[in-house]
């Protein structure tokens, strides 16, 4: 290929074997970066706007929840909350559910809206950026965008005194581990519905998010539910997100605990991205 | 055809051709069993320069044949070769060099018109800075610098049209891929259109295109194919395809819709070839007005009349006894 500006004859003679070799053929970090920076811009409009509420609901979760709530809840005694304060007992919850739904955004209706509606994927892959490349790329984003509003929800949670000591840091990668485990998945979904988008994202959202949040030790400790309702949070990504969260931001989570839900966030991540570009490919190669 | 402009400009000297076909074949794998098959072993070669054509009804084959030379689409059987490479190995190298104008636009609505073309020259590679100064260059070419920084969703049906070219263009690329570049367009914009493809094709970039209108694929096209049922019906370029498939010229005998058969047993001893259509017959001769004075001297009295040169349309009506667009 001749330098962009070059006219398009330059080029013509020299096509038969060379032009190849200096092919601006991206190599793949180079492709997916800007399959990253493609999204980053469609991001952009809406940046302010979503730090705006990136803020906002933490804020108000925090009063209604942490100070209304919480004023009830510690009149019985702080024992069942491990002896913290009850806004100290959901906050590292809160910023695992925040970052949970955002991931659920951007790989729901977002994601389903460049295959679908205005099928900005098929664009993406006539170009030497291959399908699995760019649904790399869309990880790589979720990833970001995801780390950034949780970076948000934590200076709001350190305000409220609810981000526990220094290695409450560490809720951050544990909330994007926990959003990207659950995001591979509903990408996975995305790639492969074609009409009932609508549908099948409620059903996700309504048997999938909403009862992970209610029931993964979110609002009270796991203890609190009976026996048999229990494997619904063994099962639930978030409640080891929480688990995880808390042990950074409170303490006293053994360490082959912690593993152990690291582990599962992990497996959980690593198969639904094999299922996922598996998708990209059956939808984009046909 | 205009023939391309001496100098710098001439067709290009390479003897690789752009796009070399044979026995290739697409099925698609159906609910029933049986496989569905789309192209049905079509051969063909393109050289460098040529602006190619594929004329034929919805359901041709056409679209599936462009994805299988833009790499999108793994062929099924047959051999294919794109710049002289196989799309089964080399989908990537080859992709870097051609321009894929899709039969339905996938820019991004939420973006600026500038900031397509800007992200899409960066997956090809280019640089920053490339990126901008080749989106502003062709924003010019394309007749959109004045709307560089409107919303894509702002834009009208030729608007977006162009920018799907424009962006087409921003590796520079051997081969240009137009599947129905102006389907859906008003006669002005198609006009415009028109106007930028044959300034790239004088430019020598080897175009591909596939159209059902046959007088896109008359103003564009050296060479075509006439595409019905996943097959190739008919080779040439325009002149010779109706040359050879149609007579000089055609009357045309408008009736009141359902009457026209009633004609046919005086017009068929005048003229050898006739098609009937719902509302008209159409009778092929190489000389027109005498024809049709021998029509209305035998008695035939059409609600109008009128005598016409030979287009593509009637080759596809002889070759396949249907109309294009109505088919």
């Not at chain 1, 959980?268 to 996922?276: A, N, R, Y």
Request: proline share 5%; with cysteine.
């Amino acid at each position: 290929m001749s330098a962009p500006t070059g006219r398009s004859t330059e080029h013509a003679e020299s096509q038969a074997v060379p032009a190849v070799a200096h092919a601006t053929t991206p190599s793949g970090w180079r492709a997916r970066a800007t399959v990253w920076e493609y999204l980053v811009l469609t991001w952009r409009p809406y940046f302010f706007s979503g730090l705006a509420s990136a803020v906002i609901a933490p804020l108000l979760y925090l009063l209604a929840l942490g100070y209304g709530m919480g004023s009830l809840i510690e009149a019985r005694g702080t024992a069942a909350l491990g002896g913290v304060r009850y806004v100290e007992f959901i906050g590292p919850a809160l910023l695992c559910a925040a970052a949970l739904q955002t991931g659920f955004g951007e790989s729901s209706w977002a994601l389903f809206g460049r295959f679908k509606w205005h099928r900005t994927l098929w664009g993406i892959t006539s170009t030497p950026v291959t399908p699995a490349q760019a649904a790399e790329g869309h990880v790589l984003f979720i990833a970001t965008r995801v780390a950034v509003s949780s970076v948000l929800y934590y200076l709001v949670l350190l305000v409220f005194g609810a981000a526990g000591g220094g290695a409450g840091v560490l809720m951050l990668p544990v909330a994007v581990l926990t959003a990207l485990s659950c995001a591979v998945w509903v990408m996975a979904l995305s790639a492969t519905i074609d009409d009932d988008g609508p549908g099948a994202f409620n059903l996700a959202m309504r048997f999938g998010i909403i009862p992970m949040t209610l029931f993964s030790a979110s609002f009270f400790p796991i203890t609190q539910l009976p026996w048999a309702m229990r494997w619904v949070a063994f099962l639930s990504p978030l409640w080891h997100g929480n688990e995880l969260a808390r042990g950074a931001a409170i303490g006293g989570l053994p360490g082959w605990q912690a593993a152990g839900h690291l582990v599962f966030l992990v497996a959980l991540s690593i198969t639904g991205f094999v299922v996922m570009r598996r998708r990209f490919d059956v939808r984009l190669v046909v | 055809m205009n023939p391309p402009t001496a100098g710098a400009t001439a067709a290009p000297t390479s003897r690789t051709p752009m796009i070399a076909a044979a026995g290739l074949t697409k099925s698609f794998p159906s609910d029933d069993g049986d496989d569905f098959v789309a192209v049905k072993g079509i051969d063909l070669v393109v050289p460098a320069g040529e602006a190619f054509g594929f004329l034929g009804p919805n359901g041709a084959g056409k679209s599936t044949t462009m994805r299988m030379i833009a790499c999108v689409s793994p062929r099924t059987g047959g051999s294919l070769s794109i710049l002289g490479q196989d799309p089964s190995i080399d989908g990537v190298a080859i992709r870097s060099r051609l321009g894929v104008v899709p039969q339905q636009d996938n820019l991004d609505e939420d973006l600026t018109v500038r900031e397509n073309l800007y992200i899409y020259g960066r997956y090809f590679g280019l640089s920053r800075k490339q990126c901008w100064s080749k989106a502003d260059e062709l924003l010019e070419f394309a007749q959109l610098t004045e709307k560089a920084k409107a919303k894509v969703a702002a834009l009208s049906g030729g608007m977006k049209r162009r920018l799907t070219i424009a962006r087409s263009l921003v590796n520079d690329p051997d081969l240009l891929l137009l599947d129905e570049p102006t389907t859906g367009l008003d006669p002005q914009a198609r006009h415009v259109l028109w106007d930028r493809l044959f300034r790239l094709k004088q430019a020598g970039v080897t175009l591909v295109l596939t159209t059902h209108y046959m007088d896109e694929a008359e103003q564009l096209c050296d060479r075509l194919v006439v595409m019905d049922g996943g097959v190739i019906a008919a080779e040439g370029s325009p002149a010779a395809l109706i040359a050879q498939y149609s007579t000089r010229e055609v009357v045309e005998l408008r009736f009141v819709p359902g009457t026209q058969r009633s004609v046919l047993p005086v017009v068929e001893q005048i003229v050898e070839r006739i098609e009937v259509l719902p509302d008209r017959l159409l009778l092929y001769t190489d000389t027109g007005e005498q024809t049709l004075e021998s029509v209305v001297a035998a008695g035939v009295r059409p609600v109008s009349a009128l005598v016409r040169r030979s287009t593509l349309e009637d080759v596809f009506l002889h070759l396949t006894g249907r109309s294009l667009v109505d088919g």
